[in-house]
T-cell receptor
Framework: GQQVMQIPQYQHVQEGEDFTTYCNSS?????IQWYKQRPGGHPVFLIQ?????EVKKQKRLTFQFGEAKKNSSLHITATQTTDVGTYFC????????????FGRGTQLTVWP | NAGVTQTPKFQVLKTGQSMTLQCAQD?????MYWYRQDPGMGLRLIYY???????DKGEVPNGYNVSRLNKREFSLRLESAAPSQTSVYFC????????????FGQGTRLTVV
């Protein structure tokens, strides 16, 4: 079954509005990673969160890792048309095999 | 740096035909992966390899085989293609257990008719 749940599946916002996508794991994670995939492109690594309660920022993007290391969120402030794409979270359980468990992604559409 | 290179970029197969998708990375990563991406389903892991000479099944391995030829190369083979295997296939690599995350190839868009 789905190991990492991500919601919402789709989000449509007007340029300038905020956007948040949420990720929940059924098990404790060693770390969580976030990826962005532009339409027609391939997933590109954005960031990795490792510590319980960690918060990281990249310009208008804020990433959080939950205290229990089972959930995470990505928040975009004042979206721009360049933010369009699908955002994926991927959980790492910390095994030596390096397997990632991807959420199904949130597809973000931004109206100008 | 080329990163992760996948070939071909596009392919059309007839049902029952076979083909091999090639993947090579030049980052000296230990781990390599094959995913398929279908609308609304996200990225589903087909097979992965934690090191040269080892492979493990992922979420959707049926109908596929893989070979970790050496540290650089990880190929995916469809022995008898079926329409259900129409998808976009991504190869990825990462340094096991360490950042900065996985690097993906450009993808192969496969259609089985």
């Amino acid at each position: 079954g789905q190991q990492v749940m991500q919601i919402p599946q789709y989000q449509h916002v007007q340029e300038g509005e905020d956007f948040t996508t949420y990720c929940n794991s059924s098990t404790t994670l060693s770390n969580i990673q976030w990826y962005k995939q532009r339409p027609g492109g391939h997933p590109v690594f954005l960031i990795q969160l490792v510590k319980s309660g960690e918060v990281k920022k990249q310009k208008r993007l804020t990433f959080q890792f939950g205290e229990a290391k089972k959930n995470s969120s990505l928040h975009i402030t004042a979206t721009q048309t360049t933010d369009v794409g699908t955002y994926f979270c991927a959980g790492d359980r910390g095994s030596t095999l390096g397997r990632l468990y991807f959420g199904r992604g949130t597809q973000l559409t931004v109206w100008p | 740096n080329a990163g992760v290179t996948q070939t071909p970029k596009f392919q059309v197969l007839k049902t029952g035909q076979s083909m091999t998708l090639q993947c090579a990375q030049d980052m000296n990563h230990n781990s390599m992966y094959w995913y398929r991406q279908d609308p609304g389903m996200g990225l589903r892991l087909i097979y992965y390899s934690a090191s040269e000479g080892t492979t493990d099944k992922g979420e959707v391995p049926n109908g596929y085989n893989v070979s970790r030829l050496n540290k650089r190369e990880f190929s995916l083979r469809l022995e008898s293609a079926a329409p259900s295997q129409t998808s976009v296939y991504f190869c990825a690599s990462s340094e096991t257990g360490r950042g900065p995350g996985a690097f993906f190839g450009q993808g192969t868009r496969l259609t089985v008719v």
